[in-house]
Structures are given as C-alpha cells and as structure tokens.
C-alpha cells in the first residue's frame, strides 16, 4: 500500500511541476506601453497592440550639399555620413562632415553603373550598395556592390573596384513591364549574421517581403523568408546590433512613416512588438529614403530635394518606445502591502504604504490574463488601507497587482463562491 502510494506522488509530482511551468511561461504582450499589455505574460508573442503615434523628427541639417539632391542610402562610418544618389546618378559615394555639411570625399566604383541604387549597408569589412531599385519590374541584372572598407578616404576621391553579388527573386516569374504596379521592387536592406535581408517594396498590396542572400561575391537565388503589411512603400531599412532593433522607412499617400520592431526572437524580425510611427501631415510629400541607427539611441532620417522641399537630415530619439521597462515583480508579502483575508469570500482588504500617492493602478488578474477587477490611482484616496469588493468575481486563483511609480507588485489570490 505504501509502495503504492509512493508510485502515485512519483506521477503527480511531475505533472505539477509541468503545470506551474507552463504557467509560468505565459505568451502574450510583454510592453507595458501597449493597449493589450499583459503583466503576468512571460513570454512576448507579438501581439501588443498601439495607439497611432504622431512623431515630428527634429530637423539636424535643414539643406544637404546640392551633390545629395536625389540622396537614397547612408551609412555612418568612420566619422562620416556616406550617401549615395539614386537613378541616373553617378556610381560614387560621398562622405559628408555632418558638423560642417561638407562633402570631404569621394568614393568612385569604376566597374558599376548606377542603373537604380537604392541602399547602403555595411558589415566590419565590407560596404554594400544595393543596385536593386526596379519601378517597372522588368530587371533582371538585380545586384549588389561589395566594397573594401579599407579602400575609404578620409579625404579627397578614390577609384576602387568593387565586386558584385546578383541575385533573383523565386517568386517572380512574369517581366512584363508594370510601372509601379508589381511586388518587386527593392530600396531596403541590411546586413545580421553574415546574411543580407533585403526588404521589398511593394506597390500592389503595401506590405513588405524580406528575402536573404550570402554576403559573398556570387549569383544566387534570394530565399524567401517573411512578409508583413507594413501598410505603404519602404524606402529604407538598418538593424541595430547592439539593441537588437530593427527599423524600416516608408510613406504612404507621400507622407513618411517608419516602423521599429523588437523584443523578437532571433532573425524572425516580425514576432516581437511592431510599433509604426508617422509623421504629421504637414511633412506631405518629405520624400524620406533612408534612415541609419545613430548611437545615441535614435535614428537619422534623410530626405532627397523636390521643388518645395530641401534635401534635409533628421533625427528621432528611439529610447521612449524601445527601451526595457521595469516589469518584473516583487511578491506583495515582502513590500508594505499586506493582503488579507486570503482566501476570501466578497471582501477582500490591503493595506497601503504611507506614499499611496505612487499607486498607479491596483487590478485582479485571471490566470489567461484577462482583467477582472481594476481600481485607477485617481480614486485611491489617502488611507492606511482600501477595501476591493469581489463579490462578483468568480471563485478561482487570481493574482493581484499593484502598480507603483516604479515597482510592479504581485500577490497570489484564492476567491471562494
């Protein structure tokens, strides 16, 4: 009988454990800045959810050098802003002195052509100049640039040689020539783990196909890898290695937006928080094409010329939506908070720290994390303790969380019937 006995707790006791990490691992949104945020969620499944977010990015260079009219790439490197132009442009690259909006040198690719440069990336080595633009869909000499970082002035102009990597897209099967009617058009990409992700720009249904190729000199087949309906054109894209963030240029109806996407999961750009940004109406027809992360926690954003507006730089500080938030929690029974009865039938008591001025809001949470039960800061009044009425709660386990100025607290809760 007590083998028996002992034989069942071995089967229980497993079981248990897997149910409390299950529950430990709850997916879903992670960002307290979101409208679905979930604060018991361990584990971010992409699911946060924003309000539309108006941004006007502060203006660093109000009118680029003329040589930038049609600017379409950048990269920073050492000490200077490369930019490239796009169609019909010279094959240079041209490092400007962001202090002085000086051009100080010049890079000249002597086997190219710039038939539609669109984008410039780089890795420790290498600079990469995307010759992939392709309004009318009907290229077929798609390819890419690679040049020896070492070759780069400080000053003056250099003729380099550049090797090329060309590729095709496997889901274009049809050339007929569709201007600015198709899914195959390229201005974006970036270089992480020693792969390139070029992001299409899609002018039939506005979303965005990422495709990879090999950083090496080659002809390839760009493997498909994701989608997403960025919900306009993408003119630009970089990744920030350091913070594992990803952003994305673009406009709609000619007016410029961009997307950061992170907190997501390996090279899967898209499984993390998705958090789009547009600019304000007045910036109608900015013809913003491309943007680079600046170490300082933001983003440079530049702009070709058109007939009323400049070829200007700006800028955006990134930190207020993409930084870690304190959202992890400290048990109620080791803080001021003093919850009780627990369990309890209908009525259920806390008592409060002297500053109950740093309550956010306290609510009762369910185990898929669904709110029950929420009491807003502006209707907690000055008292050594607050009555919760949870007499219309189902009987079940519940967390409760108490949201300071700085600390999110948890306490465990049994309801009875």
């Known amino acids: ?27 879903g949104c992670t960002d307290s800045r979101a409208n679905n945020y979930n604060p018991i969620a361990t584990i971010n499944d992409g699911s946060c959810l924003y309000d539309k977010t108006i941004v006007n990015p502060r203006v660093v260079i109000p009118e680029l050098p003329l040589n930038l009219f049609e600017n379409s790439g950048m990269i920073s490197f050492n000490g200077l802003l490369w930019f490239h132009n796009d169609s019909g442009g010279e094959a240079e690259l041209y490092g400007l002195d962001s202090l002085t909006n000086e051009i100080k040198a010049t890079i000249r690719l002597t086997n190219a052509t710039n038939t539609d440069w669109e ?40 003729n380099v040689y550049a090797n090329s990597i060309a590729y095709f897209y496997p889901d274009q099967v049809d050339f007929t020539e569709r201007n600015n009617k ?41 493997g498909l890898v994701d989608s997403f309906n960025v919900k306009g054109l993408i003119t630009s894209a970089d990744f920030d290695e350091a913070r594992q963030e990803l952003a994305l240029l673009g406009y709609q109806n000619y007016v410029p937006f961009f997307w950061l996407m992170f907190d997501f999961h390996g090279n899967d750009f898209f499984s993390g928080n998705k958090r789009r940004f547009d600019f304000p109406f007045t910036q109608i027809g900015t013809q913003a094409e491309a943007l680079i992360f600046h170490p300082d926690n933001g983003i440079y954003i530049s702009s070709e010329k058109s007939t009323l507006i400049a070829n200007k730089l700006m800028e955006m500080h990134t930190w207020p939506w993409t930084k870690t938030l304190h959202t992890g929690f400290t048990e109620a029974d ?20 002297e500053n109950n001025s740093a309550i956010m809001n306290i609510q009762i949470i369910d185990s898929s994390g669904r709110t029950v039960f929420e009491l807003k800061s502006e209707r907690i009044v000055d008292e050594e303790e607050i009555e919760l009425d949870t007499q219309n709660i189902p009987g079940g386990n519940y967390f409760l969380i108490i949201t300071t100025e700085s600390e999110i607290y948890r306490k465990s809760i049994h309801l009875v019937d």
């Open 182 to 222: 198709h899914n195959f058009d390229c201005e974006a990409f970036f270089i992480h783990s020693d792969h390139m992700y070029l992001f299409s720009k899609n002018w039939v249904n506005e979303w965005t196909k990422v495709y990879r190729i090999p950083t090496q000199p080659g002809t390839y087949v760009a």
């Open 334 to 353: 080791s803080s001021e908070f003093i919850v009780y009865p627990n369990p309890n039938q209908g009525s259920l008591r806390m008592s409060l720290p």
């Open 1 to 27: 009988m007590v083998l028996k006995s002992r034989f069942i707790l071995l089967l229980i006791i497993p079981l248990f454990l897997n149910t409390l990490d299950s529950h430990a691992q709850l997916a």
């Open 119 to 158: 984008d410039v990336c780089q890795d420790s080595l290498f600079v990469y100049v995307g010759d992939f633009g392709n309004n009318t869909g009907t290229r077929s000499d798609l390819k890419i640039y690679r040049i020896d970082k070492s070759v780069f002035p400080d000053t003056g102009t250099v």
